[in-house]
């Protein structure tokens, strides 16, 4: 009817409103209309809890910066990766000029993670809830002036970074670019968790490698 199609528009547009500062309401906005019934992870965490902690972090440490670091310990299929590749293009859509680089213990990930963040940032509803991207009109051609799946890097077109995003595996060298965001996803692969040497050498990469890539280096 005209008055339910009214009230699905409004709810449309408030959601759109609230996700521009809310990251809990942007994963519930982009999955209700991307996502198979199925496929619905943050219904599901929504109506069990289990969400809301980090939903609250994540937006804390971006738009009150009073979290610095934060760590994701859950089970195997829980979301930590899956949760990065929506937290990373409400990132984007706050500010367009940072950076993140995003290192990976399996190699396999990087380019799932890589086109996730692509397509997310291509998407309609992302432009809705950040107006400043709705100029590319969801064309990643337009969106990037570098768009690298082989070195891992995207540069969103105007931005004033070097590098707006950087993936590797915990094996590719970095050097010569500052991040102000780092994620580190299961850095040491279940295969290798009873491996001392292995662990030894993640170590070494974070403290000698990885830190150093903040600006304060």
């Not at 000029?97 to 890589?114: A, E, Q, R, S, W």
């Amino acid at each position: 009817s005209e008055f339910l199609a009214r009230y699905l528009e409004l709810y449309d547009n408030f959601m759109a409103l609230a996700s521009f500062r809310s990251f809990k309401h942007y994963c519930l906005y982009f999955e209700e209309f991307y996502a198979p019934e199925d496929k619905k992870i943050w219904v599901h965490a929504e109506k069990h809890g289990i969400a809301e902690g980090m939903w609250y972090c994540f937006g804390s440490m971006v738009l009150r910066n009073d979290f610095k670091t934060m760590f994701k310990q859950t089970p195997t299929g829980y979301f930590k990766t899956y949760s990065n590749v929506c937290f990373i293009p409400w990132l984007f859509g706050i500010n367009h000029d940072t950076d993140v680089l995003y290192i990976l213990g399996n190699p396999t990930m990087v380019k799932k993670v890589f086109v996730g963040i692509k397509q997310q940032m291509c998407r309609d509803r992302y432009k809705k809830v950040f107006p400043w991207f709705a100029q590319f009109d969801c064309d990643e051609n337009k969106m990037f002036e570098i768009n690298n799946l082989k070195e891992g890097e995207l540069l969103i077109s105007g931005a004033e970074s070097m590098c707006n995003f950087k993936i590797a595996s915990k094996d590719t060298a970095i050097d010569g670019v500052r991040f102000k965001w780092r994620f580190y996803d299961d850095i040491t692969r279940s295969m290798d968790k009873n491996n001392a040497v292995k662990h030894a050498k993640d170590n070494e990469l974070y403290h000698d490698d990885w830190t150093k890539r903040r600006y304060t280096e």
